[in-house]
């Protein structure tokens, strides 16, 4: 593949991966507020305040119920906040890939200690994302997850061994 096109190509993925990274922000910024928001519905003016929007709004203990539908504040709430850490562990594993993008599209090699500690930070994140999607949403598809973080932890150390490879090589030119 000539250099041109993986330029090209690198070019796009670091488009494609900043526009996520900031998806994946501005999504972790709208939970953030929108947890803060349900933790605060828990005042009883704010209770009050929805009265005149909803017909039966009662608030017994933690619970919300609106129109006969219960909400656990303190559980919304923070499930909110976890989905918000996740997409901001999500965030920076993009932040990472992008850095990976970024060095391949100024010409660098990737046989540098570099790229396999920025591949051990992507699978560290993700692994960080992992967890927490499995505490909110329980422990379905853990084989799977545990898989693909164990390839991608595992391709950092194949990047490891080429630098080492390369600069073998160097010593005996």
């Known amino acids: 593949m000539s250099i041109d096109k993986i330029k090209k190509i690198t070019r796009i993925l670091m488009i494609i991966l900043t526009v996520l990274e900031y998806l994946f922000l501005?999504?972790?910024?709208?939970?953030?507020?929108?947890?803060?928001?349900?933790?605060?519905?828990?005042?009883?003016?704010?209770?009050?305040?929805?009265?005149?929007?909803?017909?039966?709004?009662?608030?017994?203990?933690?619970?919300?119920?609106?129109?006969?539908?219960?909400?656990?504040?303190?559980?919304?709430?923070?499930?909110?906040?976890?989905?918000?850490?996740?997409?901001?562990?999500i965030a920076i594993a993009l932040f990472f890939g992008r850095s990976i993008c970024k060095c391949i599209y100024n010409g660098e090699t990737p046989f540098q200690h570099v790229f396999g500690e920025k591949i051990r930070h992507i699978s560290f994140f993700l692994l960080i994302s992992f967890i927490i999607r499995c505490v909110i949403d329980g422990f379905e598809n853990i084989?799977?997850?545990?898989?693909?973080?164990?390839?991608?932890?595992?391709?950092?150390f194949i990047f490891?061994?080429?630098?080492?490879?390369?600069?073998?090589?160097?010593?005996i030119l």
């Open 26 to 89: 501005f999504v972790s910024i709208g939970m953030l507020i929108l947890s803060g928001i349900v933790w605060l519905a828990k005042s009883p003016n704010v209770i009050e305040s929805l009265k005149p929007e909803f017909d039966n709004v009662v608030c017994q203990g933690t619970n919300l119920i609106l129109d006969g539908k219960i909400f656990s504040i303190p559980m919304f709430s923070l499930g909110a906040f976890g989905l918000a850490v996740e997409n901001i562990s």
């Open 143 to 156: 084989l799977s997850m545990f898989v693909i973080l164990f390839i991608i932890f595992s391709v950092s």
């Open 160 to 171: 490891d061994y080429g630098c080492e490879l390369q600069e073998e090589v160097d010593e």
